[in-house]
């Protein structure tokens, strides 16, 4: 069965500072991967997806992902925290085929001033 | 394109009531999950509809139903209601294998007390 890691259920750094939030994924085929970001009260919105196109993801906000398959893992960064970055981030996969997410912890992320 | 729109947004029943949450997808969107989020248990799947036939289920009791209309439009129903029932509802749509590579589209959720 598939799994989703997601080390760390807090982090918080600095305005401005680099934002590296950890995936790793546990899976016989490389399944599609995806980061989420929730804001209080809110649904889900996507920030990137890997889909096997390429291994370095560009998503909204200044976020990147990037996939290592010797490594099993999908970290998500951004060079220069925001305020606005404050929310919970959930790295998530599915399979080809097969839409049910499985979802890893999620982490919140804080933004110190 | 209008987003996947929940109602209601907020829900308060007592134990041992019914409830049912109602979802519209993305127009063209034929495929309809239905996810619980809970603070201990995270975000954990319930259902998938696609083309009014359940495709995919998740481990939860019997109490959790759910139907798809031929609109796409998908309904969550849980009986006898619990404490533990007490969640976000979140609903997702898709295209399902289209161009979009499996990606979901959550709405905003329907947050469920129990008392």
């Known amino acids: 069965a598939q799994s989703v890691t997601q080390l760390g259920s807090h982090v918080s750094v600095s305005e401005g500072a680099l934002v590296l939030l950890r995936c790793n994924y546990s899976?016989?085929?490389?399944?599609?991967l995806f980061w989420y970001v929730q804001y209080p009260n809110q649904g889900l919105q996507l920030l990137l997806k890997?889909?096997?196109?390429?291994?370095l993801v560009k998503g909204i906000n200044g976020f990147e992902a990037e996939f290592k398959k010797s490594e099993t893992s999908f970290h998500l960064t951004k060079p220069s925290a925001h305020m606005s970055d404050a929310a919970e981030y959930f790295c998530a996969g599915n399979n080809f085929g097969n839409e049910k997410l499985t979802f890893g912890t999620g982490t919140r992320l804080t933004i110190i001033p | 394109k209008a987003g996947v729109t929940q109602t209601p947004r907020y829900l308060i029943k007592t134990r041992g009531q019914q409830v049912t949450l109602s979802c519209s997808p993305i127009?063209?969107?034929?495929?309809v999950s239905w996810y619980q989020q809970t603070p201990g248990q995270g975000l954990q799947f319930l259902f998938e509809y696609f083309s009014e036939t359940q495709r995919n289920k998740g481990n939860f009791p019997g109490r959790f139903s759910g139907r798809q209309f031929s609109n796409s439009r998908s309904e969550m129903n849980v009986s006898t209601l619990e404490l533990g029932d007490s969640a976000l509802y979140l609903c997702?749509?898709?295209?399902?294998?289209?161009?979009?590579?499996?990606?979901?589209?959550f709405g905003p959720g329907t947050r469920l007390t129990v008392l």
């Open positions: 899976s016989s085929v490389p399944p599609y």
């Open positions: 890997y889909t096997s196109a390429a291994t």
């Open positions: 997702a749509s898709s295209d399902s294998g289209g161009a979009s590579y499996n990606e979901q589209f």
């Open positions: 127009s063209g969107h034929r495929s």
